[in-house]
């Protein structure tokens, strides 16, 4: 562990992750703590696994946001770092399996896993099967049981982090859903973490389209009936409906936070649309049309030199993904190129579902009904079920 600690190559990977990396990660501004510093990085300096981790991360970032120039040897230290990364999770894995995890450990591969997911993200804004995610899913259930959870800000960080990107995946398939409502509660109750300042999803819509996605996975699971299923939805869209961000608690008093809320209201009306048949409404609609107007008027209404403005990427998406006008898309195009480079997450999945769908909307553009971008992601018809992910 000292060795490796004490190269210069190390020490440089662990500064651009402390002072750029972490900005990346997070609606970054002075009053407000940053986790990924304050806890991912005191655990690399004690703990190889996440060291590996933090270290292929951070040179997937340079090598992706083109700071560097690939080089060949650094991509093969990048993918041995991700390698050795993995093999101490599955060491964890195999330890929880037999023995049980102490507390910290539980931490140290929960991080773990947010970083491999990160990385995935980074690299390519694919998860292959969504393995990371769904692995740990055992782990949250428990922990989402114990009173740790409410005391550990820590711990609470990790579970918001995994929780939130299980939820982000079952937008795509509400079967892709993995972690129970136990966890979406724990995290609805937490008093450490706000999930706001992570994503700026105020954490009521995170629990109640929670709640949509579960009940999309039991309907499909033919466990609920389609009729109980449309009454939880109509409740649903009404919730959404009338939520007031203005009347909602949020880390501090900047009015960002509250066009973020509108953003992300209107993508969970969107979504609450869109079932139980995603192709029988076109994007045209009225209902879907003004949902994603209120998308792009809220992203309007937030500087892009902001640290918020990055968290839009999500509702952007969205908004893109269910329209047709083409100065919608060309503004969706504009904001989305300002949020890739001041990240330095390229996304070329994202980019390469929109061209799908768009593609597809316009050689179909005389037929009724809608092409749903989650056809392209999550299918009967795909043979490969992977996650398509963004942060």
Request: charged share 25%.
């Amino acid at each position: 562990m000292d060795d490796i600690l004490t190269l210069p190559e190390t020490e440089n990977l662990l500064s651009y992750f402390d002072t750029t990396l972490c900005r990346a990660l997070i609606i970054d501004t002075d009053d407000l703590r940053n986790p990924f510093r304050g806890y991912i990085l005191p655990l690399a300096y004690r703990d190889l696994g996440i060291l590996h981790a933090v270290l292929g991360l951070t040179m997937c970032h340079i090598i992706s946001s083109g700071k560097q120039e690939t080089e060949n040897a650094s991509v093969a230290r990048m993918i041995e770092h991700q390698l050795s990364a993995l093999q101490s999770l599955s060491s964890l894995l195999m330890k929880e399996e037999m023995y049980g995890l102490t507390d910290d450990e539980q931490d140290i591969l929960l991080a773990v896993v947010i970083l491999l997911v990160l990385y995935d993200i980074c690299e390519t804004g694919v998860s292959s099967h969504g393995v990371h995610l769904t692995g740990a899913g055992y782990i949250c259930g428990k922990l989402a049981q114990q009173t740790k959870v409410i005391t550990s800000p820590r711990t609470t960080f990790l579970l918001t982090a995994l929780t939130w990107l299980d939820v982000l995946r079952a937008f795509s398939g509400a079967e892709k859903l993995a972690y129970s409502d136990n966890v979406r509660r724990c995290i609805l109750e937490a008093e450490h973490f706000n999930l706001e300042t992570l994503v700026g999803c105020p954490v009521e819509l995170f629990y109640e389209i929670g709640c949509v996605l579960t009940a999309g996975k039991q309907y499909m699971d033919r466990e609920l009936s389609h009729d109980n299923f449309r009454d939880l939805l109509d409740g649903a869209e009404q919730f959404f409906r009338v939520w007031d961000p203005k009347s909602a608690a949020f880390p501090s008093g900047d009015p960002e936070w509250i066009q973020l809320a509108e953003a992300y209201r209107h993508v969970c009306i969107i979504r609450v649309l869109r079932f139980p048949d995603t192709w029988a409404i076109p994007c045209e609609d009225h209902r879907i049309q003004s949902s994603v107007r209120a998308i792009l008027d809220a992203s309007a209404e937030i500087s892009i030199d902001s640290a918020w403005f990055k968290r839009l990427l999500f509702p952007l998406f969205i908004a893109s993904a269910e329209t047709s006008i083409p100065h919608q898309k060309r503004y969706v195009e504009f904001c989305m190129r300002e949020i890739k480079k001041s990240t330095g997450f390229p996304h070329p999945a994202m980019n390469e579902l929109l061209t799908r769908v768009w593609g597809e909307r316009q050689r179909q553009a005389d037929k009724s009904g809608n092409i749903p971008w989650m056809e392209f992601t999550c299918s009967k018809d795909l043979v490969r079920q992977h996650d398509y992910l963004m942060f």
